[in-house]
C-alpha cells in the first residue's frame, strides 16, 4: 500500500489483511485474535502535507468538471433559448400584418398610458394625428 492509501481511502482494507495476517499465525500457535484497530498511523510532515496537497488538487479537479458539466448545461440551455427565439421572430415576421402590428401596438401604448411611471405618450402614424395623452 502506498501512503495516500493508507493515509485516506484503503485503511479499512489495510487493516482487514493485517488481521487476517495476525489471526492466521495465531491460530498456528493457538491463540484467537478477537480484535485488531489500526487507530494512528504516523507519518513524516513531508508526507502528509503531500499526501493532503494531493486530495486537494484531486476535489479541485472534481470540482472543475462539475463546474465544467453546469457550464456546459447553461450553453445548451442558451441554445434552446435562442432556438426559440428565433422560431419566434420567424412566426412574427412571417405571420404578422401591418394591421396586427397595428392593433399590437395601441394595445402597448394603453398599457404604458395607465402605468404610473409614464409622464406623457405620443401616439400616432404617418396617416393620423398624433394622440397625446398625458398622467394627468
Known sequence: YDAVALYSLKRNEFQTRIYNDI?????KRGLVLEQLLIRNINLP?????????KINAEQDAQKMQFV???EKQEAERKRVEAQGIADYQKILSTGLSDKQ????????????????????????SSKGTPIILGNN
Open 23 to 27: 489471526e492466521k499465525n495465531f491460530k
Open 45 to 53: 510532515n513531508s508526507v502528509k502535507q503531500t499526501i493532503e496537497s
Open 68 to 70: 465544467l458539466q453546469k
Open 101 to 124: 402590428l397595428q392593433y399590437e401596438s395601441i394595445i402597448a401604448q394603453k398599457e404604458l398610458a395607465k402605468s404610473p411611471n409614464a409622464k406623457v405618450i405620443i401616439m400616432g
